[in-house]
């Protein structure tokens, strides 16, 4: 149990397009997921904590209008890049806090990597 | 704000040999968790180890165990019997419990590569 997916694992765009990115908990609700950015050989940078039905919480630094994040149900929550240039090409990951798991243990989906030309 | 910073950005050993990882951190909290991720090349992140600050026992996940020193601020990853699963990155991350949403703070990461 305790499955996270995203969708898609990859995807091209041309710049100035949006893109849009689902991480869905499959078997468990999640009231909380949070948002990565990872670049090449580097570790998980945290860009938002996404809260079923509020606001997502951004870290500083992240612009909240160039990264749209919604948390619409208790199993999903998606991330648009909107208007995307190729410095926002990069591999972005989710996690889903699982409640009845033990504080800190995460459930990270596969990732999807984008890429802007 | 915490800081977990790993010192071996790659580390190379031969089958069977037992590694460890480091990992130290900072904060002022006295209560928190600390974990051990693995990223193995397929991507998706899978935890190995957790450790609760309040324990002064490592914890052990068969071949995986940990030496924690809080006084240090340390906490390494010892594997025993590398395999060559076990090709992956990884990850020491720290959590402050009370801390709202309790999120993840992660180190740089470790590239650790098997050798058949």
């Known amino acids: 149990g305790a499955v996270v997916s995203q969708h898609p694992s990859w995807v091209i765009c041309k710049s100035g397009t949006s893109v849009k990115i689902e991480c869905r908990s499959l078997?468990?609700?999640?009231?909380?997921m949070f948002w990565y950015r990872q670049f090449p050989k580097q570790s998980l940078m945290l860009m938002a904590t996404s809260n079923e039905g509020s606001k997502a919480t951004y870290e500083q630094g992240v612009e909240k209008d160039k990264f749209l994040i919604n948390h619409a149900s208790l199993t999903l929550s998606t991330l648009t890049v909107t208007s995307a240039h190729p410095e926002d090409s990069s591999f972005y990951i989710c996690s889903a806090r699982h409640s009845g798991r033990a504080p800190g243990e995460l459930f990270f989906g596969e990732g999807s990597r984008l890429t802007v030309l | 704000a915490q800081t977990v910073t790993q010192s071996q950005p790659e580390m190379s050993v031969q089958e069977a040999e037992t590694v460890t990882l480091s990992c130290t951190y900072d904060t002022s909290e006295s209560n928190y968790y600390l974990f051990w991720y693995k990223q193995p090349p397929s991507r998706q992140m899978i935890l190995v180890i957790r450790q609760e600050a309040y324990k002064q026992q490592n914890a052990t996940e068969n071949r995986f165990s940990v030496n924690f020193q809080k006084a240090a601020k340390s906490f390494s990853l010892k594997i025993s019997d590398s395999q060559l699963g076990d090709t992956a990155m990884y990850f020491c991350a720290f959590m402050n419990p009370f801390q709202g949403a309790q999120k993840l703070v992660f180190g740089q990461g470790t590239r650790l590569t098997i050798n058949p």
């Open positions: 078997d468990f609700q999640a009231t909380t």
